[in-house]
């Protein structure tokens, strides 16, 4: 069983689309994440909801916009793609918030690749 | 601002042999910091974490100390395996703000 899915693995678009990743946990856990990833393997934290509730943005455009209709559920729309949104995203969910108060584990999904052209 | 430098940024080295990757970072407060392995096209996967007081932490052939007064980490590889070849990538945690702050990776490469 895949703990933490994403869909689709590969999203390839043309600017000005809008588009939308899903992302699905299995593991019971309160708090969901997304993460972008550059060409450089850079991790970037951009979102975090814990009990459905925003709890981390960090500064991203606003054509970006969390979904999360239930616990298990955080999906990620894109508005208006540009070229520099070409990244990998992940998906990843913790017990609890992996923070400074608490030390749960983070587990992640295998990531989708966007790519904008 | 808070920062996390890891070296080398890449490492090829021969199967059986051991390694160890480095982690500075100048986050404070300090709450706990993480080592992740992610394989090529795969998300991260957690091997360690390390709370303050600990100096040292193992899992399996990967051992992780920590010097939380010079704020530097290591992971140490032991009998390196094919397997190994990945990214290991060093997050550092900021106490009471829980800001997670990641580092840019090492590359990892084990030839048989």
């Known amino acids: 069983d895949t703990a933490v899915s994403q869909t689709p693995k590969y999203l390839v678009t043309q600017m000005g689309n809008d588009k939308s990743i899903k992302c699905e946990q299995n593991?019971?856990?309160?708090?969901m994440y997304w993460y972008k990833q550059d060409s450089k393997k850079f991790l970037k934290i951009m979102f975090s909801y814990n009990n459905k509730e925003l709890i981390i943005n960090e500064t991203v455009p606003n054509r970006f916009s969390p979904k999360s209709p239930d616990k298990a559920h955080l999906n990620l729309h894109i508005n208006s793609l540009e070229l520099g949104d070409s990244a990998v995203y992940f998906c990843?969910?913790?017990?609890?918030?992996?923070?400074?108060?608490?030390?749960?584990?983070?587990?992640f999904g295998p990531g989708t690749r966007l790519t904008v052209t | 601002k808070n920062q996390v430098e890891q070296s080398p940024q890449s490492l090829i080295i021969l199967e059986g042999k051991n390694c160890t990757l480095q982690?500075?970072?100048?986050?404070?407060?300090?709450?706990?910091l993480r080592w992740y392995k992610q394989d090529t096209g795969r998300g991260p996967v957690s091997l360690t974490i390390?709370?303050?007081?600990?100096n040292t932490k193992s899992n399996g052939r990967y051992t992780a100390t920590l010097d939380a007064d010079t704020k530097q980490s290591s992971l140490h590889i032991t009998a390196s395996q094919l397997s190994d070849s990945a990214s290991y990538i060093c997050?550092?945690?900021?106490?009471?703000?829980?800001?997670?702050?990641f580092g840019t990776g090492t590359r990892l490469t084990i030839i048989p």
């Open positions: 593991l019971g856990h309160d708090t």
């Open positions: 982690c500075n970072y100048t986050v404070s407060p300090f709450s706990n």
């Open positions: 997050v550092v945690i900021e106490g009471g703000n829980e800001k997670l702050t």
């Open positions: 390390m709370t303050f007081s600990e």
């Open positions: 990843a969910s913790s017990q609890d918030m992996a923070g400074a108060f608490s030390y749960y584990e983070q587990y």
